[in-house]
């Protein structure tokens, strides 16, 4: 399987809003989940979301109410919402996609990455 391209990265102002898409390659149904995480400059990658294969979705509190996650499988895509984006959200996104049987907030947890995209939220 390839890795995901992410797209959809920019500069906006604070209160803006972006669409991150994930363009994943193989058998959707193979990937049990797949996710967003976020990597701040000097700092380790965090978890931002995730999706289920069944659809269940799951976010980290400083997103939730603003960022919505949702997954089209039939154009084997993984999309990205981000509204209300403030300067904190400042950070390099990556798309991930995991075919192990169980799904997670860890890194570990997700054997395929793509090479991100930036987003800059500016005050």
């Known amino acids: 399987e390839e890795r995901p391209v992410e797209s959809g990265g920019g500069s906006v102002l604070a209160g803006g809003s972006l669409r991150l898409s994930c363009a994943a390659s193989?058998?959707?149904?193979?990937?049990?989940?797949m996710g967003w995480f976020r990597q701040f400059p000097g700092k380790e990658r965090e978890w931002v979301a995730h999706i289920t294969v069944s659809g269940n979705t799951y976010y980290t509190d400083s997103v939730k109410g603003r960022f919505t996650l949702s997954q089209d499988n039939a154009e084997n895509s993984l999309y990205l919402l981000m509204n209300s984006l403030n300067p904190e959200d400042t950070a390099m996104y990556y798309c991930?996609?995991?075919?192990?049987?169980?799904?997670?907030?860890?890194?570990?947890?997700?054997?395929?990455w793509g090479q991100g995209t930036q987003v800059t939220v500016s005050s």
């Open positions: 991930a996609a995991s075919t192990r049987p169980y799904c997670s907030h860890l890194p570990v947890t997700y054997n395929n």
């Open positions: 193989g058998d959707p149904y193979r990937r049990y989940c």
